[in-house]
């Protein structure tokens, strides 16, 4: 079983309000991700780390931050949330293979 | 650039027919490849990897896939479908050099049918 968690699991918030999306990893892997994922739809890289102090952006622009101070956290935040942000956001770590949250399903209302 | 084509994003059997999922990757260098397995309203779980050592690799629940580089593919099957199979199946590519992203494909929703 992975060791990896993602917190809260289903969210809904007001248009407006600021949301941090937790992650965290208890395996040590350097190598972090976060991907936004519509219902039935693909996975879309928003950001992704290689380490502390290490962020970069992904394919897909996303209005959303990342910080990594520590290897085994990786918090998402949106200053703003918009309905437009509603989506399914999943979290994952590599070492070889990755291993991936059960994912925070979020509706800005 | 490296990118993943899943040939066929429903793929629709019958209870304990065969399965075939099928994926093509393009790659500049030697990739490493996997297949995710996504339930509803859940993450996605490792189902298979290569890593160069056999080109036939196999995985957790009967599944199994082949690494052909010749016709870039590697595509996933399994015997015999049971209705636990039905979900969401990424391909997955790693991407080159030191960055190591993972490139998904669209997906596969399988459908089994009693």
């Known amino acids: 079983e992975a060791d990896i968690y993602q917190t809260p699991r289903y969210l809904v918030i007001g248009t407006g309000k600021k949301i941090t999306l937790e992650c965290s990893q208890t395996?040590?892997?350097?190598?972090m991700y976060w991907y936004q994922q519509d219902p039935g739809m693909e996975l879309h890289l928003i950001h992704y780390s290689y380490g502390v102090n290490s962020t970069e952006k992904g394919d897909l622009s996303s209005e959303s931050t990342v910080s990594r101070i520590r290897t085994e956290h990786f918090p998402l935040t949106l200053e703003s949330a918009r309905p437009s942000h509603t989506s399914q956001y999943l979290c994952?770590?590599?070492?070889?293979?990755?291993?991936f949250g059960q994912g925070t399903r979020l509706t800005v209302v | 650039a490296q990118s993943v084509t899943q040939l066929d994003s429903h793929v629709s059997v019958s209870e304990g027919t065969p399965v075939l999922l099928r994926c093509n990757y393009s790659s500049s260098y030697s990739p490493s490849l996997f297949w995710y397995v996504q339930h509803p309203n859940k993450g996605l779980q490792l189902l298979l990897k290569y890593t160069s050592a056999a080109t036939l690799v196999k995985g957790i629940n009967g599944f199994e896939a082949e690494f052909k580089k010749s016709e870039t593919s590697f595509h996933l099957t399994k015997p015999s479908a049971h209705m636990s199979d039905a979900a969401e199946y990424f391909c997955?590519?790693?991407?080159?050099?030191?960055?190591?992203?993972?490139?998904f494909g669209a997906g596969t929703r399988l459908a089994v049918h009693p």
């Open positions: 395996m040590g892997h350097d190598k």
């Open positions: 994952a770590s590599r070492g070889f293979e990755a291993f």
């Open positions: 997955v590519v790693s991407d080159s050099g030191g960055y190591n992203k993972l490139i």
